[in-house]
């Protein structure tokens, strides 16, 4: 089965640091998310991409932070200066309609990455 | 998104049958029900969807009353990988601009030996 994939797994950044987490999204989808999951709470949406633009993004995914799918294939998220509280798991997620068909609630996520922000 | 109450946690033992309930009394006529389910340091995965009665696929069965108010998510002889939290989502599933999966707290399921 195609699956969403995350690099790093794990990623160790000092604060005020900029770090940039990878994904690459199953083939044929169009539509990509960003979420989050900080240690013992809830999975928090982030930012959703289409078309080569954001579609819709929450309070969290300030200036702070931006996507870009660069070369067609991978799905990346920059943090240009990382905070203490940003240190979470980042899950990567791509769906081939989008929510607005029932197929669009099927979305598939990587294995997340963990950032450590020291 | 409706408002979903599912209970926080749950204890099983291996080989029984695991039922979990979710409330959505403000579902609206157009709204599905989606369950996911996240294993520890894993990102949710999509596992069942339904409008009414009784769906069932290799994973789960389903169930839905008549008037939708809430649904009952049934994992048959769970085993110790059945550990995960379970999620309940409620929500259009046409219509609208662009929108995005909102995960509740969901529900903690320990499956003990």
């Known amino acids: 089965e195609p699956e969403v994939t995350q690099t790093p797994s794990h990623q160790v950044t000092q604060m005020g640091q900029e770090v940039i987490l990878r994904c690459v999204p199953i083939?044929?989808?169009?539509?990509f998310y960003w979420y989050r999951q900080i240690l013992g709470q809830k999975v928090e949406f982030l930012v959703s991409f289409y078309n080569n633009e954001i579609s819709e993004k929450s309070e969290i995914f300030d200036d702070q932070f931006s996507v870009e799918r660069p070369d067609g294939s991978n799905f990346t998220l920059k943090i240009r200066s990382t905070k203490l509280e940003d240190s979470a798991m980042y899950f990567c997620a791509s769906n081939p309609t989008g929510i607005e068909s029932l197929e669009g609630w099927k979305l598939f996520f990587g294995s997340g990455t963990q950032l450590s922000v020291l | 998104l409706a408002k979903t109450t599912q209970p926080i946690s749950m204890d099983s033992y291996e080989g029984q049958e695991v039922n979990i309930t979710c409330s959505h009394n403000n579902i609206a006529t157009n709204d599905y029900i989606t369950w996911y389910q996240q294993f520890p340091s894993q990102g949710p995965r999509f596992i069942i969807q339904g409008y009414k009665t009784k769906v069932t696929n290799e994973v789960a069965s389903l169930f839905i009353p008549a008037d939708r108010k809430s649904s009952t998510l049934s994992l048959p002889r769970v085993s110790l990988s059945d550990t995960a939290v379970y999620y309940c989502?409620?929500?259009?599933?046409?219509?609208?601009?662009?929108?995005?999966?909102?995960f509740g707290k969901g529900t903690k399921l320990s499956v003990k030996p």
């Open positions: 083939s044929n989808h169009l539509y």
């Open positions: 989502l409620v929500g259009m599933n046409y219509g609208g601009s662009q929108g995005n999966l909102i």
